[in-house]
C-alpha cells in the first residue's frame, strides 16, 4: 500500500532535491517530486495497462501505465523502476526483456507534480499483481488505446493520457 509517512525527496523545477517530506504533506501542497512509469509490451506489440486499485489516494479504477510509483527519498529513477515492478505486478525486473529509459517528463499538473521518467521493456507475463495496488491487468494493442482514449478519456489517469500523447514515436 500507499502508507501517507513514506518520506519522498521535494525537488525544485530543475529536479534537482532541495528536501524530503512524507507522501501526504507533498501530495497536500502539491510539491514537486519524483517518479517513475514503465510500460511494459508483449512480443506482439500489445501494451499493457493496470487498472489502479479502488483504494489509491490518487485516480482510483483508472487505467495507467504497466507499473507506476515513487521514487523514494534518497533513491534514484532507476532503482525506484526495479523496485516498483515486483511490487505492482510481482515478475522480478531482471525477467523484464529490452528494459530501457525512454523519456523525461517535467512535473506538472496531469503528472501530479511529479518528474516522471518513462521505461519499457518487453515480457510476454503471467504477472501476479498486488490487489493492494492494481485492481486488474489488460493487453491493449496501441490502436485501441488510442480509440478508448478518444471516446473515454477520464477512464485513462491524468499521467498517462500525458504520456501517451507526448511519447516518442
Not at 41 to 52: A, E, I, Y
Not at 66 to 81: F, I, L, R
Request: negative net charge; charged residues 25%.
Amino acid at each position: 500500500m500507499n502508507p501517507p509517512d513514506e518520506i519522498f525527496d521535494i525537488v525544485d523545477s530543475n529536479d534537482r532535491v532541495i528536501g524530503t517530506a512524507p507522501r501526504s504533506e507533498i501530495h497536500a501542497k502539491g510539491l514537486l517530486h519524483r517518479a517513475v512509469h514503465l510500460w511494459i509490451f508483449h512480443p506482439d506489440g500489445r501494451l499493457l495497462l493496470q487498472k489502479r486499485s479502488l483504494t489509491k489516494d490518487r485516480e482510483p479504477g483508472r487505467w495507467t501505465s504497466s507499473v507506476s510509483g515513487h521514487v523514494n527519498s534518497k533513491e534514484d529513477y532507476d532503482t525506484a523502476m526495479h523496485r516498483e515492478i515486483p511490487e505492482e505486478i510481482g515478475v522480478p525486473a531482471s525477467t523484464c526483456k529490452d528494459f530501457q529509459k525512454v523519456k523525461q517528463f517535467p512535473a506538472s499538473q496531469e503528472t501530479d507534480q511529479e518528474f516522471v521518467w518513462l521505461y519499457q521493456a518487453v515480457h510476454p507475463g503471467p504477472f501476479q499483481p498486488d490487489p493492494h495496488e492494481v485492481a486488474s491487468l489488460d493487453w491493449f494493442f496501441p490502436a485501441q488505446i488510442d480509440q478508448m482514449l478518444r471516446d473515454r478519456p477520464s477512464t485513462f489517469s491524468s499521467c498517462l493520457r500525458l504520456l501517451w500523447n507526448q511519447r516518442p514515436r
